[in-house]
């Protein structure tokens, strides 16, 4: 929405929510999310065509396209739970769309939502649309955390479906003309598959991926195909099976314990440039080392201390809901303590788990960091970021995803 604001002056943009707190954030000098060159953005047009608010029913009822981004977290409990979406959150949002608005409505589905979930809304607002046209239109978004920005600027496609009724296309040409101020042509294939994206690591996280896999999971098992569902819900758990494995890496190569040991966790975002910690590996690998008694030093130059805290305390798919129906954080855990840098994490630490691919990881004095350490003193660089041989020349044991073993490792073989 803010480069929407940026790019179409012309247009009116406001965000509402019903959380004070998050709609407070937006309107401060400190948003409430990372991520790189939003700052500027919102700060440019704040006030000027871009707003955010807590008036959610008056501007829904001012409006002429309603975006619809709530959360739609993985059910917990009942038909389908652990696969499927929870959709309460879009259903009360379509019933409020509903019960408001005085005029015609464009109502664009942003969320991340299962197939036919357009149809489902479809029927909600037609069933209760009191003489107003609703228009329904699918706008999935492609872009990437911590490149946000320059994939909205530069994006490798639009796509926009809608019915192929008179009504239907006027709403596509509408909300074609709002991303033509910008978006000329489609530029080609998806950037963000290749060597950006297919790299080996401790796991994948972030809010949609898993969540994806187990909708899709959920559909095949619906439309009776049972062997396409089992290849779908595999990698979820290899991926499951990558985290744990590293875990267990980690606790064989230090003589089969690191109860009492201090570990350095050098990252807890999903991947670089956000602040974003949903589905993060560093949430399980984190839980995982705790289980074996280990204290955990946690450094990330984005995450705070309190949502650190939060997900190593949360139930799985809890975070998946919005914040204000999250459990409270609790003011501290046993064994964990969150510092302000790297090198403060990893002083007097037995080992050090990278976790995270931030740059600044890579540019570490690491001679400066193993004299610190207790030895022997371990790295187990879960994102392939550092210079194995540099590394081991130093005096460091080394463990990388996916390359040869440290000649001390081999020996030592991960459990599965």
């Known amino acids: 929405m803010a480069v929407i604001a940026l790019k179409c002056p012309n247009v009116q943009v406001t965000v509402v929510d019903i959380a004070e707190q998050r709609i407070n954030a937006w309107n401060s000098d400190t948003l409430p999310i990372y991520e790189p060159g939003l700052d500027d953005v919102v700060k440019q047009c704040r006030g000027k065509n871009l707003f955010f608010s807590t008036q959610v029913e008056k501007h829904i009822a001012e409006s002429d396209i309603i975006f619809v981004s709530v959360n739609t977290p993985t059910k917990t409990q009942g038909l389908g739970a652990g696969k499927a979406a929870d959709l309460t959150y879009w259903e009360s949002a379509a019933r409020m769309i509903a019960d408001v608005s005085k005029s015609d409505k464009i109502v664009v589905e942003k969320s991340t939502v299962p197939v036919k979930t357009a149809e489902a809304i479809e029927r909600i607002l037609t069933h209760n649309k009191k003489g107003i046209n609703f228009t329904i239109l699918s706008n999935p978004e492609f872009l990437a955390e911590g490149?946000?920005?320059?994939?909205?600027?530069?994006?490798?496609?639009?796509?926009?479906?809608?019915?192929?009724?008179?009504?239907?296309?006027?709403?596509?040409?509408?909300?074609r003309d709002v991303y033509a101020n910008w978006v000329s042509h489609s530029i080609g294939t998806d950037s963000r598959i290749g060597p950006k994206f297919l790299?080996?690591?401790?796991?994948?996280?972030?809010?949609?991926?898993?969540?994806?896999?187990?909708?899709?999971?959920?559909?095949?098992?619906?439309?009776?195909?049972?062997?396409?569902?089992?290849?779908?819900?595999?990698?979820?758990?290899?991926?499951?099976?990558?985290?744990?494995?590293?875990?267990?890496?980690?606790?064989?190569?230090?003589?089969?314990?690191?109860?009492?040991?201090?570990?350095?966790?050098?990252?807890?975002?999903?991947?670089?440039?956000?602040?974003?910690?949903?589905?993060?590996?560093?949430?399980?690998?984190?839980?995982?080392?705790?289980?074996?008694?280990?204290?955990?030093?946690?450094?990330?130059?984005?995450v705070t201390e309190d949502q650190i805290l939060k997900d190593l305390s949360m139930k799985k798919f809890d975070k998946d809901h919005p914040s204000h129906l999250q459990p409270a954080s609790p003011t501290s855990i046993k064994q964990v303590s969150i510092v302000s840098d790297a090198y403060q994490a990893v002083k007097d630490s037995h080992g050090i788990c990278i976790l995270t691919e931030w740059d600044e990881f890579k540019k570490l004095d690491y001679q400066k960091v193993f004299d610190s350490m207790q030895k022997p003193a371990f790295v187990f660089d879960g994102r392939n970021i550092v210079d194995a041989d540099k590394l081991r020349k130093i005096g460091f044991i080394v463990y990388c995803i996916g390359k040869p073993l440290d000649p001390w490792l081999k020996d030592m073989p991960a459990v599965a």
């Open 147 to 175: 490149t946000a920005i320059q994939d909205l600027y530069n994006p490798d496609r639009v796509l926009i479906g809608g019915r192929e009724t008179p009504d239907g296309q006027k709403a596509i040409n509408a909300l």
């Open 199 to 302: 790299n080996a690591s401790v796991g994948f996280g972030g809010s949609c991926f898993q969540k994806d896999i187990l909708n899709l999971v959920y559909i095949c098992e619906c439309n009776g195909l049972p062997e396409v569902a089992n290849y779908w819900k595999q990698v979820v758990k290899v991926n499951d099976y990558q985290k744990s494995r590293f875990v267990n890496r980690v606790v064989s190569s230090m003589f089969n314990t690191v109860s009492s040991k201090k570990i350095a966790i050098l990252g807890f975002a999903f991947k670089k440039d956000t602040g974003d910690t949903r589905e993060a590996p560093a949430i399980d690998v984190c839980k995982g080392l705790l289980g074996d008694k280990a204290r955990l030093s946690i450094f990330d130059p984005q």
